[in-house]
């Protein structure tokens, strides 16, 4: 029984990509980070990250981004990114990897260049919307403890 529960997933996920991830598409996406739902050692936080890319190539897109992230912590301030991923869909049916670097900006004076990975899943409405939860890492050389962040985040794409 539990192996055709899985063979019908499997086959229910493929169905669902209904859109091709081939060069020339544009994608513009936005996603609300934090949530509560990342490590980083202290207080909550909310954010919000808006992106846009181009697929270079099947399966390969490139992508800038910028976000806003709000930290409750008094020691550490909201932060502002700007950055740029890559971003490879393994299989058709929506599941990516994603490696990128961020310059980060916060406290009117700090500023680090973060590199950064995430695994999601392009979880398609219908032709050309998306859902895309991810789960992601980045990782900040300058101060660990305060900027470094693991976390899940979702968000909202559309394939153009």
Do not use: C, W
Request: hydrophobic content about 40%.
């Amino acid at each position: 029984m539990k192996k055709i529960a899985a063979l019908l997933f499997a086959f229910l996920m493929t169905l669902t990509a209904s859109a091709q991830f081939e060069q020339g598409k544009t994608y513009i996406g936005a996603s609300l980070t934090g949530l509560d739902l990342n490590y980083r050692g202290h207080g909550a936080n909310f954010g919000v990250q808006a992106k846009g890319g181009y697929l270079v190539a099947d399966n390969l897109m490139l992508l800038g981004e910028a976000s806003y992230q709000h930290v409750s912590d008094d020691n550490v301030a909201d932060e502002v990114t700007v950055g740029a991923q890559g971003r490879y869909y393994i299989i058709q049916n929506g599941l990516y990897l994603g490696a990128g670097v961020k310059l980060l900006h916060a406290n009117h004076s700090y500023n680090d260049l973060m590199p950064g990975l995430e695994v999601g899943y392009a979880f398609f409405l219908n032709g050309s919307v998306t859902v895309e939860p991810a789960i992601y890492y980045d990782q900040s050389f300058k101060n660990h403890s305060d900027y470094s962040t693991i976390g899940v985040k979702v968000g909202i794409g559309i394939y153009l």
